[in-house]
């Protein structure tokens, strides 16, 4: 039986509907499939949907922050 849900899902689209070259969304970091028909997907898929997205939004942030991290081609690190 499913968890009845007191709020409806949001829709995780931010309006930047471009795709990177792996397919995903730009804005809202859903694949196509993901993306299509969303307000007719049973509840527990949107919920997984949203339960990937914010483990792609944490690797996303952590890749961005290793490459703030080091240093830039032809940039020296300070020592001083």
């Known amino acids: ?6 709020f409806d ?3 995780p689209c931010i309006g930047v509907c471009q795709s990177n070259s792996r ?3 730009l804005g809202c970091l859903r694949s196509r499939d993901e993306r299509f028909n ?8 949107r919920a997984h949907i ?3 997205l914010s ?4 690797r996303l942030n952590a890749k961005s922050k290793r490459d703030s991290d080091s240093p ?3 940039e020296s690190l300070d020592l001083f």
């Open 23 to 25: 397919g995903y969304c």
């Open 9 to 11: 899902l949001p829709n």
């Open 1 to 6: 039986m499913d968890q009845l849900e007191l």
């Open 72 to 74: 830039q081609a032809g």
């Open 38 to 45: 969303w307000h007719q997907k049973p509840v527990a898929e």
């Open 50 to 52: 949203l339960k990937l």
């Open 55 to 58: 483990q792609r939004r944490a």
